[in-house]
């Protein structure tokens, strides 16, 4: 399951010049409401996500500087009874 669909109170931290997803993650029980069915998880996106010189589906910058982008997180991260799970 996505994680964002079984989620409350996600934030991120940054800690030790890295950024963590963390949240309140549903571990099943969770779905009728039981506050002890839910467990306080992180994961560390710099370790799944990174800037590779502003390459993307248009190629690169071509000569430096700000390119937009975006990233769907619900599309590589789940929530696995109440755990991160990084999908590749």
């Known amino acids: 399951m996505s994680f ?3 989620s409350q109170n996600t934030r991120i931290d940054k800690r030790d010049n890295k950024q ?3 949240a309140e993650l549903a571990t099943g029980s969770a779905a009728s409401g039981d506050k002890a069915g839910w ?5 560390c996106l710099d370790d799944y996500i990174r800037n590779d010189h502003a390459r993307g589906p248009g190629g690169d910058t071509g000569g430096g ?6 990233i769907d997180l619900g599309e590589r991260l789940a929530n ?6 990084y999908n590749e």
């Open 4 to 6: 964002f669909t079984h």
């Open 20 to 22: 963590y997803l963390v």
């Open 39 to 43: 467990y306080v998880d992180t994961i």
């Open 65 to 70: 500087g700000w390119r937009d982008a975006t």
């Open 80 to 85: 696995d009874h109440g755990r991160f799970k």
